[in-house]
């Protein structure tokens, strides 16, 4: 995986990003100077469903206040700030692409919220943290990225305390068919890890953890991008902007991406699946 991970991290490294985030924001009225954490919504919320996705992948959690929860793959910050928002958790952020833990640290900054969030740059399989030193853990569209499923679950299960819930939302895949890239994770398939449910069930179950539940969410992702993409069309009639999303974050070729995720989720050959796992 580490002959990977820099090819990884550029796919999602965007010049300007921050930048054009705040433009974005701007342009729909959005006061930059009083920037707070909903304001950011639509732009880090980086994965199928974004907000409702988080709202709903946390709710069942049952994160009490103060928690310590790890977000492995935390983008520009977005589950990480509704999460010490919305749950009172108290959340570290580990991200393999630097200038998305830096972005995620200033927006943190600018919503008041640098006291409750904290972003590290590193990797999901060598995680620079002690032993059982969170109570829970999630991950959003990230497991993707990491070939090795495996050494993904067992450094969750070190760094998680007994009985901690670990909570996936991965793109899996359901069925046997070819992907067209590039999709919103990968340019080419050297970096797509696109896994079944059942190795995800498998490689947490082998490092101590038990399956809570599990959700396919396969005709959510549908509507998610078919709203986007009514959105962008719409927009392009009456020549204006489409409101900022998540193409934001997928740079110039956000189009060709959604409509090969979309592609491969109406196959029914890709589809993001929900794993509540507890450990021990």
Not at 108 to 125: C, D, I, N, P, Y
Not at 159 to 172: E, I, Q, R, T, W
Request: charged share 20%; hydrophobic share 50%.
């Amino acid at each position: 995986m580490a002959t990977v991970e820099p090819g990884v991290a550029r796919h999602y490294d965007i010049a300007g990003l921050e930048q054009r985030i705040l433009a974005a924001l701007a342009e729909t009225g959005v006061d930059i100077a009083h920037l707070r954490a909903g304001d950011l919504e639509a732009v880090d919320e980086f994965h199928i469903g974004g907000i409702a996705a988080t709202r709903e992948l946390l709710g069942q959690m049952g994160l009490k206040p103060g928690a310590r929860l790890l977000d492995i793959g935390s983008g520009v910050g977005g589950p990480a700030r509704f999460a010490a928002n919305n749950a009172g958790a108290d959340v570290t952020g580990i991200d393999l692409t630097q200038s998305y833990v830096d972005i995620a640290t200033s927006l943190s900054k600018r919503t008041g919220m640098a006291e409750k969030t904290r972003f590290v740059q590193g990797s999901a399989l060598d995680m620079p943290f002690a032993n059982a030193s969170f109570d829970a853990a999630m991950i959003l569209h990230v497991g993707m990225n990491l070939s090795d499923k495996k050494k993904l679950m067992s450094e969750a299960a070190r760094v998680l305390k007994p009985g901690g819930v670990f909570a996936v939302y991965d793109v899996m895949r359901l069925k046997a068919g070819a992907l067209t890239y590039p999709v919103p994770w990968a340019s080419n398939e050297t970096m797509s890890f696109v896994a079944t449910p059942d190795d995800y069930r498998s490689a947490a179950t082998a490092c101590g953890f038990s399956v809570v539940a599990e959700r396919q969410r396969g005709a959510f992702a549908v509507e998610f991008f078919a709203a986007i993409r009514a959105r962008m069309a719409a927009a392009q009639a009456e020549g204006k902007k489409p409101a900022p999303g998540v193409g934001l974050v997928m740079g110039e070729d956000a189009r060709t991406k959604i409509a090969n995720i979309t592609a491969a989720l109406e196959g029914g050959i890709l589809a993001p699946v929900e794993l509540l796992l507890r450990l021990g």
